[in-house]
């Protein structure tokens, strides 16, 4: 598995991504999974790759190979979008060659990109691409995309990721985001390859590889959690009490514990049944007694 | 989609479950996903369900339905493992009767189930029932099972829930959780079912069905969301510094930026490319400068 993720706010982009590669929880590797296509003053692109890495490495390969002058690359291409069609283009022709003889083994074409970056005149983008070679690409309202193990990550970014973000913020997002999921799902590990792109740079000014040692990340790492367990703490308990003694709006909805009566699987209201308690509603004063 | 979870605790057990069910985005409805099969003062046994309605309807009239005196029921069984059993016999019945059919038309035969409880005399058990029928029970180090869309609620569950947590902490969690998967996945949706076992009750004494007016999961929502965003501001932003500056142990991994070389997709060291900033790492004393 792995887990990248890529948001794009009005400072720039943010690149993230694990290593952790495996057939198999005995037969677990690294590799990396995110590539840098940089032509300092004219372009920086960055290719985030999740799936079967046989596949990812020849659409890698693909794309990177020598190409005669009119031949358009990732290098020249000159827009954003004409980038995201050629590593569309690279996917389909990696499934052309092999996803029939994968087939045969029952093995899934499966693999995902995210494409960001800016070339000279234009704006930053961010794409993300399908293992069909179709892609789409992210916007105001949604200016982020994830892809491999994806949603144990996903809401702390729903939370606090908007366009006006500054980047380190973004940056410290993404960081908790792999935090939350490295926790949670074992085939996505370190070391991270982190890469901040400041808007209209054109190079890569801010890069870092955080292992086992980053003192940043195992500060995140500490202090979320520690910082989690405190917030939930203080959020009061549920209280209880009888129903009889719930606001009316609230005792609509409560007198019916979904028992099962022998005979009938509908569950139905028991009058009969012993007395249970409810969850008290805070008096805010618009409530009958 | 559904979300369920269960917990189990030194001082009982909480289940709740969401009521969204759908057939794709306009098809949606609500069903409850909890049924209580209760005898006062011998047995509680709440059983939650998620997957295909139809398979999980079916299995519950199966255990629902009238039976002679000498077979084995929710009612009767002697013990919880008896009562997993049971659910799981009944999960293979529906597998014999229906599975044919929905493979003709492309249907999974996709449900699975969630049984915790207590019958006099013994302790709290809580088990995890497969579509195949087989099960699992939870244990110390694992005291929870989550059903349907488990990933966005998971996390914190992780992070605070230990076997002596307190049972209203342990529903405060579980409404936690549903806040994060609410948030992220459309197809699950309130009203919620909250039932809280006091152990050694052997009846429900605590259950409410939980809606949009409900004001402690209001407050529950509103609070988590703010307090995350608070801690998230709280945590100091990476800072950047160029690599001559970061400490020996850190540099090591520093300064391998993945750039693709036209030709060559094995990214490595290109010592001629600009410079760029890596994250800085708070000196502790132990790094050599």
């Known amino acids: 598995m792995t887990y990248c993720v890529a948001m794009r706010v009005d400072e720039g982009l943010v690149f993230l991504s694990d290593t952790r590669t495996n057939a198999g929880v005995d037969h677990v590797s690294a590799a990396r999974k995110m590539a840098v296509f940089e032509q300092p003053g004219d372009r920086v692109l960055v290719l985030l790759a999740a799936g079967n890495l046989a596949l990812t490495q020849a659409v890698m390969q693909l794309l990177s190979e020598p190409a005669p002058e009119d031949k358009l690359t990732l290098y020249n291409a000159p827009s954003m979008a004409d980038a995201a069609r050629l590593v569309g283009e690279a996917v389909r022709e990696v499934h052309r060659r092999d996803a029939a003889t994968l087939a045969e083994f029952s093995v899934d074409f499966n693999c995902s990109f995210i494409l960001g970056g800016q070339i000279r005149g234009a704006n930053t983008r961010l794409f993300m691409i399908y293992s069909a070679g179709n892609f789409v690409e992210a916007s105001l309202v949604s200016p982020y995309f994830q892809i491999g193990e994806s949603k144990y990550g996903k809401p702390i970014i729903d939370r606090v990721i908007t366009p006006s973000t500054p980047l380190d913020e973004v940056a410290k997002c993404a960081l908790v985001s792999m935090d939350s999921t490295l926790r949670s799902n074992l085939s996505v590990g370190l070391p991270l390859d982190l890469l901040v792109y400041e808007k209209d ?67 139905q209201p028991d009058t009969s049944a012993p007395p249970f308690q409810t969850l008290m509603q805070p008096d805010t004063g618009r409530s009958q007694q």
Chains 1, 2 share one sequence.
């Open 201 to 267: 740079s054109l190079q890569v000014t801010r890069f870092s590889t955080l292992d086992h040692d980053n003192q940043y990340f195992q500060m995140i790492h500490r202090t979320w959690g520690e910082r989690l367990r405190q917030i939930f703490g203080e959020i009061p308990n549920p209280t209880w009490a009888d129903p009889a003694n719930v606001p009316l709006r609230a005792r609509e909805t409560v007198s019916s514990v979904p028992r099962v009566v022998h005979g009938d699987a509908l569950t």
